[in-house]
């Protein structure tokens, strides 16, 4: 049965109590395909809730394996935690690994490529920022670093509600690079080594026990987090032509598909692509619209230490033309997807530009966006024009782009084919449902995007180093962070094409806002050990202001005046005699600066505190009423499936749902009916079902107390 953690969260808490316990992870005993039971349910504890963990004393026992007995001396070898690959979920899974006490070994092809964005260097966009926020609110690194290199920012979907608003920051390629692998190499606990990733090794209880590299290294480790991106088999191509490679440049990842299989994994293929770069300098940007960045910069991480501004690039929009389609349409067999070479799919939500030509057959133009790479480099990236035409076509197809006439191509386009395995495969904890102690983070799950594999590299990393210590792992449920929805998507739904995080996929993204991530997520950080005591005051501090501005607009009242007047010409609506600020401010188009423009706002707050105030007073009703419905769905929802049920067995549900049930196994009533192919009548079924089990066992059990239970002795009876 699931533990779970009750965490009071300041500012929800004080104006929505019924929130508290549901923002909450759940915590899960660790999870072995082999076992029928869970552990009886307990109320988890952890020593030191409010203050942060001390380093714990991590062991790894001595492995039985063959391998083992061949080494006098593998004292150097022997990890609690061991991450293979050093993209962003890797860095992720890194860090928090390292962070939490535990002795860790990440192993990459390339140190030089640590944390490298091989495709469009931008974090965030939307449902994308929600993610870098709830990592940073965890104790993260992507928003920290996004913030610290940016080259320009925006939020998106400013005249939109909160729940669907979005900052995204054009990075610097290198730069950003180049800090992360910094932080990587200087963090405690944390060693760095470059391999190639072959084998995992496994003991005789289907336990993870290390890894064998290509040159016939072993490494030791309870926990190993595999965060392969596009490696694992990669092969790239450009029109008719393909070489084995992760990425341009960079050799493929062979053997570890194989390994996984023996052990019974499915596996499959997928394929994504990253558009042509051109040299700046040769473009013409006289006649192409500007896209400027905010005056106002906003920003991922919530440590203000991280907040420098600094001077903004720009970015431009051009047109695809009547040549640019037509050329496209006269060489369609020239592509690897449409020639018919490769079948592997794409992904849904960032298509090449002659997927999009053949899907929007109607459309005329297509907007293109020029990216620059970075500060001191002239690469362009063009958004929106990946392609798998072959390089002889692509300057030619850059050309008919209006500004790029005389362009020259730096890097031609390529797609990229690769290896996953579905991650139903994995629990919510991300750990495997046949290898105890073996996590899968980013794309080798199916993923595109790198918030997507940050997100669930630092559940990886947190919870193999909870494995590795002994400890249950965590989970974080849907309705309690994008991350959390995210993942159960993954491990639920079979998916056989790159997934993307939408705002679309959270039922409760009213309430899981990029503005209260710190809100929902903090908390849950310190409890793990990973927000330390500076970042936990400033959290506690930013709730405190909150909550008493929050009072304070309560109580304060304006009668007529300057505020009063601006206020019903803005909303349309009258004011009221002796009104509260609080009644004020929750009038249509009425914010927080009008408070400030007339002297009734509060210096101490920042512009991100009267943002947090302004949406929690605006949409209160709003979040009472999505919260209400979550309090009445929660407990079905959460209700645990045995281990050990025989879908098949359950002639009451239809054949599908017994077939994808069986291959699925949820863990709860919640996560079985967001199965793709089990209907609502099947969870009724699948009730009535337990609930029969229930009083069956209910009724064996009194049976048996009756029997046991001793008669009277002779002495009683006379």
């Known amino acids: 049965m699931a533990t779970t953690i009750y965490l009071h969260f300041t500012r929800f808490a004080s104006q929505l109590p019924i929130l508290s316990s549901h923002f909450a992870p759940r915590i899960f005993p660790k999870q072995r395909h082999q076992l029928l039971n869970f552990r009886p349910s307990l109320r988890f504890q952890f020593s030191h809730p409010l203050s942060r963990s001390p380093r714990r004393g991590f062991s790894v026992s001595a492995s039985t394996s063959q391998d083992c007995s061949n080494h006098s001396d593998t004292s150097d070898e022997r990890y609690d935690v061991i991450v293979v690959g050093g993209g962003h ?135 190993v987090v595999l965060t392969t991106g596009t490696f694992m088999s990669g092969k790239i191509w450009v029109g008719r032509n393909s070489m084995p490679a992760g990425r341009a440049g960079e050799s493929a990842s062979l053997g570890l598909t194989e390994n996984l299989q023996q052990f019974g994994f499915e596996t499959d293929r997928l394929k994504t692509g990253t558009p042509a770069r051109v040299d700046s300098r040769t473009v013409d ?184 210590d002994g400890k249950s792992l965590i989970v974080l449920e849907r309705e309690s962070s994008y991350i959390g929805t995210l993942i159960d998507d993954l491990v639920t739904k079979d998916l056989r094409e790159p997934y993307r995080m939408l705002t679309s996929r959270s039922e409760h993204r009213l309430i899981l806002r990029s503005d209260n991530a710190d809100s929902r997520l903090t908390p849950v950080g310190r409890e793990i050990g990973l927000i330390d005591d500076d970042r936990w005051k400033l959290y506690q501090d930013k709730q405190s202001r909150i909550s008493e501005e929050k009072k304070r607009l309560k109580i304060v009242r304006v009668s007529g005046g300057d505020l009063a007047t601006e206020v019903s010409e803005v909303s349309g609506q009258p004011v009221k005699d002796s009104s509260t600020l609080e009644t004020l401010l929750k009038k249509p188009h009425v914010q927080y600066k009008l408070l400030d423009k007339h002297g009734f706002g509060s210096d101490l707050l920042s512009r991100i505190d009267k943002e947090c105030v302004e949406t929690d007073i605006k949409y209160e009703g709003f979040i009472v009423r999505q919260q209400q419905q979550l309090q009445q769905m929660v407990h079905k929802q959460h209700r645990r499936l045995p281990e050990d049920l025989d879908y098949y067995a359950m002639t009451t549900l239809s054949n599908e749902s017994r077939e994808k049930l069986s291959k699925v196994r949820p863990q709860t009533i919640g996560q079985a009916s967001r199965v793709g192919g089990v209907s609502p009548a099947d969870i009724t079924a699948l009730l009535i079902i337990l609930e029969s089990n229930r009083r069956k066992d209910n009724e064996q059990k009194r049976h048996e107390m009756t029997v046991t239970q001793p008669g009277p002795t002779k002495e009683a009876v006379a």
């Not at 230490?305 to 600094?310: G, K, L, P, Q, S």
């Not at 030619?396 to 191509?409: A, D, F, I």
């Not at 994995?426 to 996590?439: D, V």
Request: charged letters at 25%; glycine letters at 8%; a neutral charge.
């Open 89 to 223: 979920a890797g860095c992720e899974a890194a860090l928090a690994s390292a962070r939490l006490g535990a002795k860790t070994l990440l192993l990459t092809l390339n140190i030089d490529r640590i944390a490298w964005q091989p495709c469009n260097p931008a974090v965030g966009g939307p449902a994308k920022s929600q993610l870098v926020h709830e990592v940073d609110a965890l104790g993260g690194e992507i928003g920290k670093v996004a913030d610290r290199c940016y080259l320009q920012k925006r939020v998106l979907n400013v005249s939109r509600g909160p729940a669907v608003r979005a900052l995204r920051a054009q990075t610097d390629k290198r730069e950003y690079a180049s800090e992360m692998k910094k932080i990587v190499e200087s963090a405690p606990n944390l060693s760095i080594r470059e391999a190639m990733v072959t084998d995992i090794l496994v003991g005789k209880n289907d336990n993870v026990e290390g890894v064998r590299t290509f040159f016939g290294m072993s490494f030791y480790a309870p926990s």
């Open 285 to 468: 940007f006289s006649g192409l619209e500007p896209q400027h960045g905010d005056e106002e910069v906003s920003w991922f991480s919530f440590d203000p230490a991280y907040h420098i501004t600094r001077e903004q690039m720009c970015c431009y929009l051009t047109r695809t033309t009547k040549k640019t389609h037509q050329l496209i349409k006269e060489n369609l067999h020239e592509t690897p997807t449409y020639g018919g070479w490769v079948e592997a799919k794409g992904p849904r939500y960032c298509p090449s530009i002659e997927d999009k030509i053949v899907r929007f057959e109607d459309k005329e133009s297509h907007q293109i966006f020029l990216e620059p790479e970075g500060r001191s480099v002239p690469d362009l990236y063009v958004q929106g024009f990946s392609t798998g035409l072959p390089e002889r076509l692509q300057l030619p197809l850059l050309r008919t782009l209006p500004g790029l006439e005389n362009c020259s191509m730096l890097r031609p386009a390529y797609a990229v084919e690769y290896d996953y395995l579905p991650a139903y495969q994995c629990f919510r904890s991300l750990m495997t449902k046949k290898l105890e102690g073996l996590f899968f983070s980013g794309q080798i799950n199916g993923t595109t995007g790198y918030e997507e594999a940050a997100a669930q590299g630092i559940v990886s990393g947190i919870n193999a180093a909870r494995h590795a």
